[in-house]
């Protein structure tokens, strides 16, 4: 999503969403809380996301480039990038992005055991 409304970071990109709880940290989960999205948490599953979507930090770093901008990125804000679960795929395509190669200041939290 560009122009978050998360203060700390000005874009969000999701590689997939949903996650589930693995601590008590996660008890509140703003995500699992989301309307259209938290049924992933109740089913556990995630949702596997269109191209169009993929297709966002490298328009993102485009323009940062042209405008010599630096925008910070939350890449995960609906998901867990080290999520075990993470669509088939997903993880390899990510890392291969420009949200966590390029694109200034990527932003991923995650509490799984690597
Ligand atoms: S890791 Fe984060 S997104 Fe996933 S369930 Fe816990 S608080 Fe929610």
């Given at each position: 999503m560009e122009d978050s409304k998360i203060e700390w970071c000005d874009n969000t990109f999701n590689p997939w969403i949903g996650c589930k709880?693995?601590?008590?940290?996660?008890?509140?989960c703003y995500a699992a809380c989301?309307?259209?999205?938290?049924h992933h948490w109740k089913d556990n599953t995630r949702k596997d996301m269109a191209d169009s979507n993929w297709d966002k930090p490298r328009k993102w770093n485009k323009k940062a480039q042209n405008s010599n901008t630096a925008p910070k990125v939350f890449c995960g804000s609906m998901c867990d990038?080290?999520?075990?679960?993470?669509?088939?795929?997903q993880r390899e395509r990510l890392w291969d992005s420009p949200c966590v190669r390029?694109?200034?200041?990527p932003s991923s939290l995650s509490k799984e055991t690597i």
């Open positions: 709880n693995v601590s008590p940290g996660c008890d509140n989301n309307p259209y999205h938290g990038v080290f999520d075990k679960k993470a669509p088939a795929g390029i694109v200034v200041a």
